[in-house]
């Protein structure tokens, strides 16, 4: 897998996640992903397109 530009990738993560607090940790923002499949499709396609 190559390595991912670090821009890219938070430009990528913050495109497929939102800021959420978690209920165990309320005082930590993560972004966290609403829906797993969708963001698992995402990746699939984004590192197959970075590969090409």
């Not at 209920?23 to 699939?44: C, D, Q």
Request: without cysteine; charged residues 25%; glycine residues 0%.
């Amino acid at each position: 897998m190559p390595a991912m530009d670090k821009p890219l990738a938070e430009d990528f993560i913050r495109a497929q996640t939102v800021p959420a607090r978690p209920s165990l940790v309320p005082e930590v923002e993560l972004y966290l992903a609403t829906e797993i499949t969708p963001i698992w499709k995402a990746t699939e396609t984004w590192l197959e397109a970075a590969v090409s």
